[in-house]
């Protein structure tokens, strides 16, 4: 970034100000990386319940085999 700003001196400082340049174009990729994150961890959860799930119901069957 630094090498970016020597080159193009209107850009500020990452962080220098909510409205420069840099954080015109970052603030919505970084705002996807959030959503992204947010929904991965909750897709993540979701996939343990489902494996949870998934051996409750194979020890249940596995034991009505035994009993038959």
């Known amino acids: ?3 970016l700003a020597k080159v ?3 850009l500020n400082v990452p962080g ?3 409205n420069d340049e840099y954080s015109q174009v970052m603030r919505p990729e ?5 959503v992204t994150s947010t929904m ?10 489902a494996k949870e799930e998934i051996e ?3 020890k249940k069957l596995s034991k009505a085999k035994e009993d038959t």
């Open 8 to 10: 193009c001196r209107e």
């Open 30 to 34: 970084i705002e996807v990386q959030k």
């Open 1 to 3: 970034m630094n090498d």
């Open 56 to 58: 409750v119901m194979y």
């Open 40 to 49: 991965k961890i909750e897709m993540e959860e979701k996939l343990f319940e």
């Open 16 to 18: 220098s100000s909510p």
